[in-house]
């Protein structure tokens, strides 16, 4: 009998330790992300997948709403605690945190070939670029488009490529006709602002970041000008309606005919709004000097500068880039493939909404349809469109009229924060 209680405690004991050590084995790795509820649930079964096929691996997961995410990271990277993977945006964000130490500089796993970008465009790469050093690694690619509901506008002409003048008088026509109202014009912000300076053959800042891209107030004043036009002859989105309904459901439940958004979202967007969507190349300029368009990284992987796994947290992105398991999954709600082997594998499985989205690339990529990406953006480059978009609002709600005076000091205001 004591041979026995000897023999189980001997038992015990090794199968503790056992327990110890399997429990050490196991690696955390902190991910967060921004997106809708779709994008929430298809990365929890991606990440699920990955643990599965990654024994030893655990994601602590966190993400929020574009809206929130940006407030939840600054919270995170002044605490000290960054999470081991976090879901990046290119221009002045990426830039941010790059410019503060907080990411992981990839160039030394692409080396190792712990990191195979092999069939990756160096374009679509250079993207992730901060200063000359490899910060973000592309998730997809993709571009802004206007999207509209066929169905609601059937009898009426949506050219895929139009003039600003083409655009106000279909706006004008549909609001005439059955009290809709658009989303884009009335409702400017950052991306439509850069677009509408892009249309002007310029960029919104400098190469280097010192500077506006551009020394002429009447290329805001005239924007400024079409805000309030929308708005006053009523075939712009009111201002208190724009604020009462979601962005991913703006069409039916904002009674508005199209909204701004990029290709990856058109999952979210049908989703939100209940019904299949059409998508468009954005409104050019009537002077346009080249297109507005371009393609951009949907998003980018970056890993913490201060990560206690960082190989770990590198072999996941890795993973994402090279197989197809997490698209078939997510789909190109982070944008279409940049691996070219994993698209072509998975083209001939894909679903209405990625034929739709692969084919107004496909026309994006036409010859003058779209034009080189703008330089990452300073990191001050938030605060001036957050300037941008209260002067917007202002005359949203007819706050401003002198819309050349406002132009003036917003540019100054701009090129303050630039100069530091």
């Given at each position: ?281 954005i409104p050019a300029a009537d002077d346009a000097v080249q297109a507005a368009t371009y393609f951009q990284p949907s998003m980018l992987w970056s890993v913490s500068s201060t990560s206690e796994v960082k190989d770990e947290a590198v072999e996941f992105i890795n993973w994402f880039t090279n197989e197809v398991a997490g698209f078939e999954i997510c789909g190109t709600d982070r944008g279409m493939p940049i691996n070219t082997e994993v698209l072509a594998q998975l083209a001939p499985s894909f679903n209405e909404q990625n034929q739709k989205i692969a084919a107004i690339l ?59």
């Amino acid at each position: 009998m004591k041979k026995l209680a000897i023999l189980l405690l001997a038992l015990a004991i090794v199968l503790s330790a056992c327990s110890i050590a399997v429990a050490e084995e196991e690696t955390v790795l902190k991910i967060t992300w921004w997106g809708s509820q779709t994008r929430h649930d298809s990365t929890t079964q991606m990440l699920k997948l990955y643990e599965e096929t990654h024994p030893g691996i655990k994601f602590d997961m966190d993400y929020a709403t574009w809206g929130d995410y940006w407030d939840v990271m600054a919270a995170k990277l002044s605490g000290n605690t960054m999470p081991d993977i976090m879901q990046n945006a290119y221009g002045s964000y990426i830039t941010q945190y790059a410019e503060r130490g907080a990411l992981l500089d990839f160039a030394p796993y692409i080396e190792s070939g712990a990191l195979d970008l092999s069939n990756c465009s160096d374009a679509i790469i250079s993207s992730g670029l901060v200063n000359g050093t490899l910060y973000g690694i592309p998730t997809g690619t993709n571009a802004l488009t206007l999207m509209y509901d066929a169905n609601r506008l059937e009898g009426y002409e949506v050219p895929t490529f139009m003039t600003y003048s083409e655009y106000i008088d279909l706006a004008k026509q549909l609001y005439e006709d059955k009290g809709y109202t658009e989303n884009f014009i009335s409702t400017s912000g950052q991306n439509q602002v850069r677009l509408w300076v892009r249309n002007h053959g310029v960029n919104f800042f400098s190469d280097d970041g010192t500077t506006l891209g551009f020394d002429d107030p009447q290329i805001i004043a005239d924007l400024f000008e079409l805000i309030g036009q929308s708005i006053n002859e009523g075939w712009g989105l009111n201002p208190e309606k724009s604020v009462a309904v979601d962005d991913f459901s703006v069409i039916t439940a904002g009674d508005s005919w199209c909204t701004l958004h990029w290709t990856n979202e058109l999952n979210a967007c049908e989703t939100g709004n209940g019904t299949p969507l059409t998508m468009v190349a954005i409104p050019a300029a009537d002077d346009a000097v080249q297109a507005a368009t371009y393609f951009q990284p949907s998003m980018l992987w970056s890993v913490s500068s201060t990560s206690e796994v960082k190989d770990e947290a590198v072999e996941f992105i890795n993973w994402f880039t090279n197989e197809v398991a997490g698209f078939e999954i997510c789909g190109t709600d982070r944008g279409m493939p940049i691996n070219t082997e994993v698209l072509a594998q998975l083209a001939p499985s894909f679903n209405e909404q990625n034929q739709k989205i692969a084919a107004i690339l496909t026309e994006f990529s036409g010859e003058g349809c779209s034009s080189p990406i703008y330089p990452a953006e300073p990191a001050v480059a938030t605060e001036i469109y957050d300037i941008y978009q209260d002067y917007a609002n202002k005359i949203r709600y007819g706050q401003i009229t002198d819309y050349l005076g406002a132009a003036t000091e917003f540019m100054e205001r701009a090129q303050a924060l630039l100069d530091g």
